[in-house]
């Protein structure tokens, strides 16, 4: 019985070549067909063929002539081998001919209401690209109008906008590591480029991109929805996440960023805090982005360049990120305005 084989080339001669290299010459091309994906917007668009080959067993072939068993060949007389040989690559010809035509209106049958399925036939695939089609489409409606006096007794009072049921230990939150997913880290100066930085580490690598007023040498800079969802359709193709570091420039900068953040459409929302800050100056601006955003969990950088940075719990949101790692289950109670956590400068 002839084994079976598939192989994956740009053409169907490129496969006949590798068959050959691989098999020998008793390899056929018994059936093609060509895909085609289309991309997300012209980008990553290809089209590739996959053939089945099949190859004859060793003992009935013979430079290529398929012939009977060994038991049953006549003694003396042999047939000629150039005669059948030519015979042999003039039906191959014709088969890739016809392969090829066969794999023209396999491409046609793609445009039907139920097309073959391909890899990227996935449901994180599916949602990317419909994220993509509403981000180039225009916004529906003006951004929602922000209130300053909210903001503005959000920040004085960041129990405000604490969570109910603060008193009790609340699970710590974790940075998402899905393929595809989007988070964003926001904080001052250069801590939110850090911060993804430590959690691509922690994760085995992530796409890290920038936002907002940061920008690095060799990070693609997102700049709004558009560009954050062609970074996810990315992101699936490569199979990682997408860390986008959003640099709030200074802290009196947070309100007029709001519109740009929300714009992303961050699966999560992260604000990163510098510990050694003072706590009051963080606490305001923390406080404008949760008062308007849901805003996940803190992350802290320089913990342990201070001797209070245990502070931030008083920002009323989770910790979730520690210098470079996750928190323990009881390192700072982890939780929202602890009563735990002392006063003072952080």
């Known amino acids: 019985m002839p084994n079976r084989y598939r192989l994956k080339g740009s053409s169907l001669e490129e496969i006949r070549r ?12 018994v059936s093609a067909e060509r895909v085609s994906s289309p991309g997300i917007a012209g980008l990553f668009a290809q089209d590739r063929f996959e053939a089945m080959i ?25 047939t000629p081998v150039g005669g059948a040989a030519g015979s042999a690559h003039q039906l191959q010809g014709a088969a890739i001919a016809a392969l090829l035509e066969e ?3 396999a491409e046609l049958s793609l445009h039907r209401p139920a097309p073959a399925g391909v890899s990227t036939e996935s449901r994180d695939f599916a949602e990317v690209m419909e994220q993509l089609g509403a981000g180039l489409r225009a916004p529906a409606g003006p951004a929602a109008s922000v209130d300053p006096a909210a903001v503005d007794r959000a920040a004085v009072d960041p129990a405000a906008v604490e969570p109910a049921g603060s008193g009790t230990t609340a699970p710590i939150p974790a940075p998402l590591t ?17 911060a993804a930085l430590e959690m691509s580490t922690a994760a085995g690598g992530a796409d890290v991109r920038t936002a907002g007023d940061l920008s690095a040498y060799g990070h693609l800079h997102v700049d709004g929805r558009q560009s954050a969802t062609a970074a996810r359709a990315h992101a699936v193709v490569t199979e990682r996440t997408v860390l986008v570091a959003f640099g709030l420039g200074r802290a009196r900068n947070a309100l007029a960023r709001v519109p740009s953040l929300a714009a992303l459409n961050a699966d999560q929302v992260w604000a990163v805090v510098d510990a050694g800050r ?8 923390v406080g404008v ?3 308007q955003l849901p805003v996940t969990a803190v992350a802290v950088v320089g913990a342990s360049e201070t001797g209070s940075a245990e502070t931030v719990t008083g920002l009323g949101l989770p910790v ?5 790692r996750r928190p323990r289950p009881d390192e700072w109670l982890n939780r929202p305005g602890s009563s735990d956590a002392p006063g003072g400068e952080g």
Do not use: C, F
């Open 289 to 291: 982005l949760s008062a």
């Open 103 to 105: 794999a023209n209106a």
């Open 178 to 194: 899905g393929v595809g997913d989007l988070v964003v880290l926001v904080g001052l100066g250069e801590d939110a480029m850090d």
């Open 320 to 324: 979730g990120w520690i210098d470079g």
């Open 54 to 78: 099949e190859v004859m067993p060793r003992h009935e072939v013979v430079t290529g002539e398929v012939v009977p068993d060994a038991d049953v060949l006549p003694g003396p007389a042999a």
């Open 278 to 285: 003072k706590h009051e100056d963080t606490a305001r601006w």
């Open 18 to 29: 590798k068959a050959e290299q691989q098999y020998g010459p008793a390899a056929r091309i």
